[in-house]
């Protein structure tokens, strides 16, 4: 049998009227391994964000742009993916116009790391890309984003006074005894008479001006209501029309007028709504769990643990929890148990009692399906007035909406705060993360299934500026470190009773050290760390003050990048605490690596191409 020759593809070749058609023609190959259109286009467009990319910078290139004729042999180094990183991170502004967001981002450089591998794997190529990454993409909508510190405190500095009007329900009014019966006035013409009539007045505190009393409103209330709050509704108007006029006219509302009192009509949505965001916000449990919880849902000491638990249901869960399943009816929902500590499970009793309290009237009132649900409330509106339901979606999201108009709540950038339910999830997950808590015990507080999920719950957006902010701090003391060394070069350490200012020491792992004796205050608070004992940790030195980065480090310092990298990929970013680790590790690299943040293009391409040529023993044993 005779075969043919191979057959070899010739790259097309570059013009002036077309200087990137290898570009076009490298995308335009990977883009047709795959059969989706989708995904097709998703590398069209990343081949168009690419050529802007070498537009605006000429790839970096030192030549004339007369001469920037795009070639993948020459033009696809090393460095290739850190240049473009290094472009999107001066350029992609929030503001600016020409600003694509993070997801857009990801998904143009995802392309563009793929279809340089894929160069490199067909042989267009022989440089070996060295990885790089820009961080994740985030939701930058704030929708259901975790709120800062000064939204939180901004909506609770306003809820907290309905909470605690909603509270005082419970406490039987107490009669004043204070007015007169306002129907029994002498009428002295065009003279407001102090004490008398619906329209009684009083001077003000500073003594400047006349202003209505609501004494005689309160006789009234005490005597003839027998303080039995009544609504501003037709009926009413016949025996009591001078009472609920005078309150619309002179006291801004019944309703006004009652919460002066701490009265109500009803147990209604604005009643209910204050201890709801209470409960959320102290549980973080979704909407739709809220909305299902029974009556009886929590559990001083649950039958298996003996431990104080909330129950709740989670329509969306796909079963995983067999314990649940056992309990309840797995066709219509699964049951889950929030385990909570001794403290906080008091605090979120308290809320509940309080809210079954305030709701207890209406059960016998509520429809045979709604009886056993814990947020009942009386319609006020004037669709259906004074019906028993169950809390539903809407009646939240517009009671929420009114609170953040009527007292201008506004988020970090001074527009309307988007002040929901769903934020407070995220946000009491991103607390927990703050305050240290394991992350086995924060997937278990969320009733999650997967790690995966719980991590996609941790607010990225609320991070950013803290973990840009110490990203910066800590390649700000890299680059120092290794401009001193460079000015004022130190030998290196012969031995261990070297003096730590006079000389460098040489690390069990890819860089020099300071003062191996001062670690960071981590490895300090370790159990098997003892005062004066020279640092081991050094997957913490990238992390440490102490750190120098010479050139001599570099191969090794890439080797390790990859290391990290390929971990990562393979699932270390599961690991909870190794995963955080490598992760800001790795970013840290990414910065090294970027050209002329630390170190020149030609000092980190020649670094990879060590890297890549020479095998080195295992940096990490936990990754090993």
Same mark, same amino acid.
């Given at each position: 049998?005779?075969?043919?020759?191979?057959?070899?593809?010739?790259?097309?070749?570059?013009?002036?009227?077309?200087?990137?058609?290898?570009?076009?023609?490298?995308?335009?190959?990977?883009?047709?391994?795959? !059969?989706?259109?989708?995904?097709?286009?998703?590398?069209?467009?990343?081949?168009?964000?690419?050529?802007?990319?070498?537009?605006?910078?000429?790839?970096?290139?030192?030549?004339?742009?007369?001469?920037?004729?795009?070639?993948?042999?020459?033009?696809?180094?090393?460095?290739?993916?850190?240049?473009?990183?290094?472009?999107?991170?001066?350029?992609?502004?929030?503001?600016?116009?020409?600003?694509?967001?993070?997801?857009?981002?990801?998904?143009?450089?995802?392309?563009?790391?793929?279809?340089?591998?894929?160069?490199?794997?067909?042989?267009?190529?022989?440089?070996?890309?060295?990885?790089?990454?820009?961080?994740?993409?985030?939701?930058?909508?704030?929708?259901?984003?975790?709120?800062?510190?000064?939204?939180?405190?901004?909506?609770?500095?306003?809820?907290?006074?309905?909470?605690?009007?909603?509270?005082?329900?419970?406490?039987?009014?107490?009669?004043?005894?204070?007015?007169?019966?306002?129907?029994?006035?002498?009428?002295?013409?065009?003279?407001?008479?102090?004490?008398?009539?619906?329209?009684?007045?009083?001077?003000?505190?500073?003594?400047?001006? %006349?202003?209505?009393?609501?004494?005689?409103?309160?006789?009234?209330?005490?005597?003839?209501?027998?303080?039995?709050?009544?609504?501003?509704?037709?009926?009413?108007?016949?025996?009591?029309?001078?009472?609920?006029?005078?309150?619309?006219?002179?006291?801004?509302?019944?309703?006004?007028?009652?919460?002066?009192?701490?009265?109500?009509?009803?147990?209604?949505?604005? !009643?209910?709504?204050?201890?709801?965001?209470?409960?959320?916000?102290?549980?973080?449990?979704?909407?739709?769990?809220?909305?299902?919880?029974?009556?009886?849902?929590?559990?001083?000491?649950?039958?298996?643990?003996?431990?104080?638990?909330?129950?709740?249901?989670?329509?969306?869960?796909?079963?995983?929890?067999?314990?649940?399943?056992?309990?309840?009816?797995?066709?219509?929902?699964?049951?889950?148990?929030?385990?909570?500590?001794?403290?906080?499970?008091?605090?979120?009793?308290?809320?509940?009692?309080?809210?079954?309290?305030?709701?207890?009237?209406?059960?016998?009132?509520?429809?045979?399906?709604?009886?056993?649900?814990?947020?009942?409330?009386?319609?006020?509106?004037?669709?259906?007035?004074?019906?028993?339901?169950?809390?539903?979606?809407?009646?939240?999201?517009?009671?929420?909406?009114?609170?953040?108009?009527?007292?201008?709540?506004?988020?970090?950038?001074?527009?309307?705060?988007?002040?929901?339910?769903?934020?407070?999830?995220?946000?009491?997950?991103?607390?927990?993360?703050?305050?240290?808590?394991?992350?086995?015990?924060? %997937?278990?507080?969320?009733?999650?299934?997967?790690?995966?999920?719980?991590?996609?719950?941790?607010?990225?957006?609320?991070?950013?500026?803290?973990?840009?902010?110490? %990203?910066?701090?800590?390649?700000?003391?890299?680059?120092?470190?290794?401009?001193?060394?460079?000015?004022?070069?130190?030998?290196?350490?012969?031995?261990?009773?070297?003096?730590?200012?006079?000389?460098?020491?040489?690390?069990?792992?890819?860089?020099?050290?300071?003062?191996?004796?001062?670690?960071?205050?981590?490895?300090?608070?370790?159990?098997?760390?003892?005062?004066?004992?020279?640092?081991?940790?050094?997957?913490?030195?990238?992390?440490?003050?102490?750190?120098?980065?010479?050139?001599?480090?570099?191969?090794?310092?890439?080797?390790?990048?990859?290391?990290?990298?390929?971990?990562?990929?393979?699932?270390?970013?599961? %690991?909870?605490?190794?995963?955080?680790?490598?992760?800001?590790?790795?970013?840290?690299?990414?910065?090294?690596?970027?050209?002329?943040?630390?170190?020149?293009?030609?000092?980190?391409?020649?670094?990879?191409?060590?890297?890549?040529?020479?095998?080195?023993?295992?940096?990490?044993?936990?990754?090993?």
């Amino acid at each position: 049998m005779q075969f043919d020759e191979p057959f070899e593809v010739k790259l097309p070749e570059p013009t002036e009227e077309n200087p990137f058609i290898q570009v076009d023609w490298i995308f335009k190959e990977k883009a047709s391994t795959y !059969i989706v259109s989708s995904t097709r286009s998703t590398y069209f467009s990343a081949s168009e964000f690419y050529k802007k990319f070498l537009i605006q910078t000429n790839n970096y290139n030192p030549l004339p742009e007369s001469e920037s004729l795009f070639y993948l042999e020459k033009d696809w180094d090393r460095l290739a993916l850190q240049k473009v990183k290094r472009w999107v991170e001066s350029t992609n502004i929030p503001g600016s116009n020409d600003y694509l967001t993070s997801s857009t981002i990801a998904g143009h450089f995802s392309a563009i790391r793929l279809t340089m591998i894929y160069a490199y794997e067909c042989g267009y190529t022989e440089n070996l890309i060295v990885p790089a990454s820009l961080p994740k993409a985030v939701r930058e909508t704030k929708i259901r984003a975790a709120f800062t510190t000064e939204e939180y405190d901004s909506i609770f500095k306003v809820i907290s006074p309905l909470i605690k009007f909603s509270k005082g329900l419970l406490t039987p009014y107490k009669r004043t005894g204070i007015g007169k019966d306002p129907r029994i006035r002498e009428i002295i013409a065009r003279k407001k008479i102090l004490g008398q009539g619906w329209a009684c007045w009083k001077k003000s505190d500073d003594g400047t001006k %006349m202003i209505p009393s609501d004494e005689n409103m309160r006789w009234y209330f005490e005597n003839i209501l027998n303080c039995q709050p009544i609504p501003s509704i037709k009926r009413e108007y016949k025996e009591h029309e001078n009472f609920l006029y005078s309150a619309w006219r002179l006291h801004g509302g019944l309703n006004n007028l009652y919460k002066k009192w701490g009265v109500s009509t009803f147990i209604d949505q604005f !009643i209910l709504m204050p201890l709801i965001v209470k409960l959320v916000a102290e549980t973080g449990l979704n909407v739709e769990s809220v909305l299902s919880l029974r009556r009886d849902c929590f559990k001083e000491h649950h039958d298996l643990t003996h431990l104080p638990c909330l129950e709740y249901y989670k329509p969306r869960s796909k079963g995983e929890k067999v314990l649940v399943l056992e309990l309840f009816d797995e066709k219509s929902y699964e049951k889950d148990h929030l385990r909570l500590g001794q403290k906080q499970s008091q605090i979120i009793a308290g809320t509940i009692d309080t809210i079954l309290a305030l709701t207890e009237p209406l059960v016998e009132m509520a429809n045979d399906e709604d009886k056993s649900f814990l947020l009942l409330y009386r319609r006020s509106g004037s669709t259906n007035f004074g019906d028993v339901t169950r809390m539903k979606k809407w009646v939240m999201r517009n009671w929420m909406q009114n609170i953040a108009e009527e007292y201008d709540l506004r988020d970090r950038d001074g527009e309307r705060l988007d002040f929901n339910l769903p934020r407070f999830r995220p946000t009491k997950i991103t607390e927990l993360v703050q305050k240290g808590h394991d992350i086995f015990s924060i %997937m278990g507080i969320a009733g999650h299934s997967s790690i995966r999920t719980t991590m996609s719950y941790i607010d990225k957006l609320k991070f950013a500026e803290d973990f840009h902010r110490t %990203m910066q701090r800590e390649l700000e003391n890299i680059k120092n470190n290794a401009y001193e060394q460079q000015n004022n070069p130190l030998p290196i350490a012969s031995n261990v009773k070297a003096e730590p200012g006079k000389f460098i020491f040489k690390s069990t792992s890819f860089s020099f050290c300071k003062n191996p004796y001062d670690p960071p205050d981590k490895v300090k608070g370790a159990k098997n760390y003892f005062e004066g004992d020279s640092c081991t940790y050094f997957n913490m030195c990238l992390q440490c003050k102490n750190i120098l980065i010479t050139e001599m480090n570099l191969p090794k310092l890439a080797a390790y990048r990859n290391e990290i990298a390929r971990a990562l990929k393979n699932g270390a970013e599961d %690991m909870p605490r190794q995963g955080e680790l490598y992760k800001k590790n790795l970013s840290i690299l990414d910065e090294i690596f970027t050209p002329d943040k630390i170190f020149s293009e030609a000092i980190l391409s020649r670094a990879a191409k060590v890297a890549d040529d020479i095998e080195f023993d295992v940096l990490d044993s936990f990754i090993y």
